[in-house]
Structures are given as structure tokens and as C-alpha cells.
């Protein structure tokens, strides 16, 4: 019969050996199971860890699942499945942080680099707007849709909403193509005019509409 975490010796549990040498010490299953917190009756958070990295094929797969698809597992609540999806969010945002990240957005470069560490890592398309001021202060960050693997639609007029309702007078609006391949397509092309077109009769800025990929972006052209 397995030994059970809290009948462990106390140094040979994954907090006190974290706490003493360092996460270094641990492997992957200990140190998820210290985000699990718990398990459940007749498995601890190291085996329910365990379990659940078998289940995505390794700590890559389990980067890049939703929390809807973490409970799925026997044992996986949604509290559980949020802290994971919330570390490894930290952890994209972290990688792909910029110290040179722009602290307003005025550029289709500080778009980009704004919006990179909430697209990259994802398996789906998802669409995000950034409403700014005046002078490129970003006043709200939000998600528009998350589409399939390979399409995500822009609502125009949703997008419209977004902004007005932040009280913003210029946005810009980011996807990511879960492919790699950075290149926009037509209908991203066709829907970069309709919001161009849409800003300008509502008296908005729009900054502009860009592509990223886990180690790359574009700029999205017009369809014209």
C-alpha cells in the first residue's frame, strides 16, 4: 500500500522539501500537487498529480488545457483546475514577457507585444480587443471569442461595444493562430476593413489588427 503524503516523514513532503531546498528538489507531479492542495479519498495530490499529467500527455499538454477539460479527471474540482490554469498562465506571461513591453499602446508593435503573453500557448483561436485613451493608456483588455482551431470570427459590432462602453477613444484587436503560421488569412484581411471602417463612423482610433503565434506575429493588411 502507497504511503500517504500526510503520513510522510515531515522532510520528505513536497512543501517542507520545496520550503528547505528549493523547487528543484521536487519533481513535476510534487510540484502540482502542491497546487492541487489536496487529492481525494484513497489518493493523495502526488498520485492525483500524477494521474493527471498522464491524462495530457506531460506538463506541455497540461499547459495548454483548459479548465474545462482539467475536471474531467475523477478528482479534479473546479477550484483545482483554476489554480492550474491560473500558474501556467503566469508562467506564458512570464515567458513571454518583454522588458520592453509598452506601457500605452500607440503602435501596431506595442499591440503586438501587449497581446502575445494572452494568445500564445493556446490550442484554439481567441480574439481580444484593447481599448485605449487618448494618449494610449489601455482602459480594458477584453475577450471577444474563442473559436476552433483554425477560425475564430471578430464580432464588429461587439467589438464596437467594448470600446465605447470603456469610454476609449482608439483599440486594437489581436488572434492567434494555434497552426504557427503567422499569416492572415482573407477573411482576416476582409474583417480588418470592416473594423477600419466601423471606427471611423463611430469617431474611433483604430490602431490596428494583428496575428501571433507562439514565436511570431503579423500585421493584418487590408482586404482591399
Do not use: Y
Amino acid at each position: 500500500m502507497r504511503m500517504r503524503v500526510k503520513d510522510m516523514p515531515a522532510a520528505d513532503r513536497p512543501r517542507e522539501r520545496l520550503w528547505l531546498h528549493g523547487g528543484e528538489a521536487l519533481a513535476d507531479r510534487e510540484l502540482l500537487a502542491l497546487l492541487l492542495g489536496s487529492g481525494i479519498p484513497g489518493q493523495d495530490a502526488v498520485q492525483l498529480a500524477g494521474e493527471l499529467l498522464a491524462a495530457h500527455g506531460g506538463l506541455r499538454g497540461l499547459a495548454q488545457a483548459d479548465p474545462q477539460a482539467l475536471v474531467q479527471l475523477p478528482g479534479m474540482g473546479q477550484a483545482k483546475a483554476v489554480r492550474v490554469a491560473a500558474a501556467f498562465q503566469l508562467a506564458r506571461r512570464l515567458q513571454n514577457s518583454d522588458l520592453h513591453s509598452p506601457d500605452r499602446v500607440t503602435t501596431t508593435a506595442d499591440l503586438a507585444a501587449f497581446t502575445a503573453p494572452l494568445l500564445r500557448g493556446l490550442r484554439h483561436e481567441r480574439v481580444i480587443v484593447v481599448a485605449c485613451d487618448t494618449s494610449g493608456k489601455v482602459l480594458r483588455i477584453a475577450r471577444l471569442t474563442d473559436g476552433a482551431t483554425d477560425r475564430s470570427l471578430i464580432p464588429v459590432r461587439d467589438t464596437l461595444a467594448v470600446v465605447l462602453s470603456a469610454g476609449a477613444s482608439s483599440f486594437g484587436v489581436a488572434h492567434n493562430h494555434p497552426s504557427g503560421n503567422p499569416e492572415p488569412s482573407m477573411a482576416d484581411r476582409q474583417v480588418t476593413d470592416r473594423l477600419r471602417d466601423a471606427a471611423q463612423t463611430v469617431g474611433l482610433r483604430f490602431l490596428d489588427h494583428v496575428v501571433v503565434t507562439d514565436s511570431a506575429w503579423r500585421r493584418v493588411t487590408a482586404g482591399r
